[in-house]
Nanobody, 131 residues
Framework: QVRLVESGGGSVQAGGSPRLSCAAS????????VGWFPQAPGKEREGVEG????????YYSDSVKGRFTISRDTAKNTVYLQMNSLKPEDTAVYHC????????????????????????WGQGTQVTVSS
């Protein structure tokens, strides 16, 4: 049974730097692509960071370029999202999502930000950024 559990969210000031964690069980990270998807009220769930199963390459959206970084620890079967220079518009519930056996890195690079391409989801962790 696949399970993804996010943690590390909370209330932070603008400019803060929390790190979110996504602890995975039932899947093996080296063969699984993982993405981070914020969901704000009234907005669609769209990926901001993604990592290919081989660990490289990683992908990011323009909205977080230079501020967020995805990484993973295969020994702990955990994926991280380091968030820096937070802005109030980053406020959302952040979900991690997994797509096992995600194909070639070229293929993943074309769909990494699309929520409907992922098979498993965590419950999310709330990040609230105040100005």
């Amino acid at each position: 049974q696949v399970r993804l559990v996010e943690s590390g969210g909370g209330s932070v000031q603008a400019g803060g730097s929390p790190r979110l964690s996504c602890a995975a069980s039932g899947i093996t990270l080296p063969t699984t692509c993982v993405g981070w998807f914020p969901q704000a009220p009234g907005k669609e769930r769209e990926g901001v960071e993604g990592v290919y199963g081989g660990g490289d390459p990683t992908y990011y959206s323009d909205s977080v370029k230079g501020r967020f970084t995805i990484s993973r620890d295969t020994a702990k079967n955990t994926v991280y999202l380091q968030m820096n220079s937070l802005k109030p518009e980053d406020t959302a519930v952040y979900h991690c999502a997994a797509h096992p056996w995600c194909g070639s890195n070229g293929a993943y690079g074309r769909y990494w930000s699309l929520s409907n391409r992922y098979d498993f989801w965590g419950q999310g962790t709330q990040v609230t950024v105040s100005s």
